[in-house]
Nanobody
Framework: QVQLVESGGGLVQPGGSLRLSCAAS????????MAWYRQAPGKERELVAA???????TYADSVKGRFTISRDSPKKTVYLQMNSLKPEDTARYYC????????????????WGQGTLVTVSS
């Protein structure tokens, strides 16, 4: 069974920084994509940043230049460095991983983390 453990959320003042982490564990053959989504109260979940194997990272326009996604493949961990945070960045942030299971069919599985709350407020 594959699990994702997220950490790093919290309360920060506008202009501050936070670093989110998401570690995958369990039986995993390979990881294709590691991404961060967020969902603010009353809004739909949106893609924040994604790291796909062999491709350049992608970012939502609203976070370009402020957020950086990175991954430590041996540790099966993805990070989201968030700088110059704004009140509108307040949301629950979810880790999303697309991976291949080590079974005879090499099944593809998409897994979600439980979410970590980021609050930007003075």
């Amino acid at each position: 069974q594959v699990q994702l453990v997220e950490s790093g959320g919290g309360l920060v003042q506008p202009g501050g920084s936070l670093r989110l982490s998401c570690a995958a564990s369990g039986s995993i053959l390979s990881i294709n994509i590691m991404a961060w989504y967020r969902q603010a109260p009353g809004k739909e979940r949106e893609l924040v940043a994604a790291s796909t194997s062999g491709r350049s990272p992608t970012y939502a326009d609203s976070v370009k230049g402020r957020f950086t996604i990175s991954r430590d493949s041996p540790k099966k961990t993805v990070y989201l460095q968030m700088n110059s945070l704004k009140p509108e960045d307040t949301a629950r942030y979810y880790c999303n991983v697309g991976l291949v299971l080590p079974d005879v069919n090499s099944r593809y599985l998409e897994v979600w983390g439980q979410g970590t709350l980021v609050t930007v407020s003075s």
